[in-house]
């Protein structure tokens, strides 16, 4: 089950608070402020700053 609409409207970015997007496989979350990517795992987005990845 990908991430609902409505979860993503209210999850933000740890790290600036920013609104966050879904990568077009929907298999992570992207903060175009501070330019990461956090996964999703198993449907489960994972919100830690050690876990992003910059983005490409």
């Known amino acids: 089950m990908p ?3 409505e979860l993503l409207e209210i999850l933000a970015c740890p790290k600036c608070k920013g609104a966050l997007r879904l990568t077009d496989g ?3 979350l992207i903060c175009d402020a501070c330019r990461l990517v956090y ?3 198993e449907d ?3 919100m830690l ?3 992003a990845q910059p983005l490409k």
């Open 39 to 41: 996964p999703i795992r």
């Open 44 to 46: 489960i987005p994972i």
């Open 26 to 28: 929907k298999d992570g």
């Open 3 to 5: 991430v609902s609409q």
């Open 49 to 51: 700053i050690d876990e």
